[in-house]
């Protein structure tokens, strides 16, 4: 969504949650709620757009539950991407599609899948969220998955129907597939994708992750750390001796105390700090 549209969808959507997850499972639960599924779809990819016209009366398909959820997530500081599902043997027949969102949660440093059309997450038997791909894993190793929306499960008609469609996956990243490939849905054409990999752990980003950058400030060894997580605000440094907060971009200046020095450095967004990451240095 244009930076400049984002504005307008934040004043349409429920305010943030305190936590990361919160937020996202009570954006989900709203937008399955926001009107009944019909198979009419927008010509525009703007989450405010379609909630204008289905203030308007119209009525739409999992395409734009995936839009609105998606778009009115990363308005709030939430990474997520759109999903595109397909059942096996998807190029051949209809309706063996469907489109889910997959956010990046602070606090539990892992991506799971949110399905706004049905307003629900996925889960494994010991209850932990799960990413299109674990799911998809769990999925073809017949290990029990279950959906469950606000604590609530679905019927085993609909967990077959919906589970189903992880036999292929594609982010707005990539897609990937152990082995062949097909790139056909349902007779329409090709299913076009940025990357093809064999393994999808390179479209997993570890958002909580913190790279090291060295610099010098006023002529002393600093630190400058590094975050791919897009909505971060700063970094969180502890030591022995206290706690430091630095903005992105900031630089850290080292102890020069000779000996073993150790701290721990944590991403920091709107939803609090990230796991710690343990730096260990030496002065001389």
């Known amino acids: 969504m244009p930076p400049e549209r984002e504005p307008n969808l934040r004043a349409r959507i429920p305010a943030p949650a305190t936590g990361a997850w919160e937020t996202a499972t009570g954006l989900a639960e709203w937008v399955g709620r926001r009107w009944a599924h019909a198979n009419g779809h927008l010509d525009v990819d703007d989450a405010v757009t379609c909630l204008e016209r289905v203030d ?55 991506w799971i899948v949110l399905d706004g059309q049905n307003r629900c997450h996925w889960v494994d038997s010991d209850g932990t969220p799960l990413g299109a791909a674990q799911l998809q894993a769990a999925v073809r190793a017949g290990r029990p998955v279950r959906a469950v929306r606000r604590g609530v499960g679905l019927s085993a008609e609909e967990t077959d129907v919906w589970r189903s469609h992880f036999a292929a996956v594609a982010t707005t990243g990539g897609t990937w597939a ?11 054409g090709l299913v076009c ?92």
Do not use: K
């Not at 595109?84 to 969102?101: C, K, W």
């Not at 152990?178 to 329409?188: I, K, S």
């Open 56 to 110: 308007a009366g119209e009525r739409f398909a999992c395409v734009e539950y995936a839009l609105v959820l998606t778009q009115a997530l990363n308005a709030v500081g939430i990474p997520a991407r759109r999903l595109d599902l397909r059942q096996p043997d998807h190029h051949v027949g209809l309706s063996r599609g469907h489109m889910a969102t997959e956010a990046w949660i602070d606090g539990l440093d892992r």
């Open 193 to 284: 994708t940025p990357r093809l990999e064999h393994d999808p752990a390179v479209l997993y980003p570890d958002l909580s992750g913190v790279g090291i950058g060295l610099d010098l400030v006023d002529g002393w060894a600093a630190i400058r750390p590094v975050t791919n997580h897009p909505f971060a605000d700063g970094f969180r440094i502890e030591t022995d001796t206290g706690t430091e907060t630095l903005p992105v971009g900031g630089a850290w200046v080292l102890a020069t105390d000779p000996g073993e020095h150790r701290a721990t450095v944590a991403v920091r967004t709107r939803y609090g700090s990230l796991t710690p990451h343990e730096l260990i240095y030496r002065a001389r």
């Open 178 to 188: 152990a082995g062949a490939f097909v790139p056909v849905h349902q007779e329409r």
